[in-house]
């Protein structure tokens, strides 16, 4: 499990580094001469700082709950999935949409190998995880099932000597 932790860490970590130098790449490589209309640039700024703000709080988020995503929190792991999505989505831009390699080769190459590469180590620890979820509920039903097979409600009643109902017990198993 170690080795998925790392991958989650630093395909997070990428993602909060890409998030915080897109609040520069406007200014460092001078959006402002390829917009032909001045009215255009205000909102194409107001645009990349809120997507900036957005993967960088998405991306530190997911970093500080690692534990929880580990640990099966359902609402965790779903966020961890947008996450993911969102680089699956930009992979998937990137290959329909290229950026044109006569502009620069090598910003061509290495945002698509870049995206790639955060998509993968995104979505190998997720794969894991949605395995191992998917594994404790089918073995969680399995348990209730076998309490429901008893031969009195008194052994039943024993095994919930915690003052829960069936119900509630089931809705712990399920969740």
């Keep these: 499990m170690k080795k998925y932790q ?7 970590a990428i993602s909060l580094l890409v998030g915080l130098w897109h ?5 460092m490589f001078g959006w402002a001469s ?6 255009l ?26 534990k929880k995503v580990f640990a099966q929190n359902p609402e965790a792991f779903y966020l961890y999935g947008f996450l993911l999505a969102l680089w699956i989505f930009r ?3 990137a290959v329909i949409y290229p950026c044109p390699p ?3 080769v090598w910003m061509s190459y290495g945002q698509l190998g870049g995206s790639i590469l ?7 620890p997720f794969i894991r995880v949605a395995c191992t ?3 404790q509920k089918v073995t969680g039903r399995l348990a209730f099932c076998s309490w429901l097979k008893q031969d009195s409600f008194e052994e039943l009643h024993y095994e919930i000597s915690d003052g829960r109902t069936v119900d509630e017990v089931y809705q712990d198993l399920l969740n």
Aim: net charge neutral; glycine share 4%; aromatic share 16%.
């Design 91 to 93: 992979v998937v831009v």
């Design 34 to 39: 390829y917009i032909p209309y001045e009215t």
């Design 133 to 135: 979820r998917k594994t």
């Design 41 to 66: 640039m205000v909102p194409i700024n107001y645009v990349n700082l809120c997507f900036s703000f957005l993967l960088s709080g998405l991306s530190l988020t997911v970093i500080l709950w690692g």
């Design 23 to 27: 609040f520069t790449v406007p200014w």
């Design 102 to 104: 006569e502009s620069n």
């Design 118 to 124: 955060v998509c993968l180590l995104l979505l190998v």
């Design 6 to 12: 790392v991958m989650y860490y630093a395909g997070a």
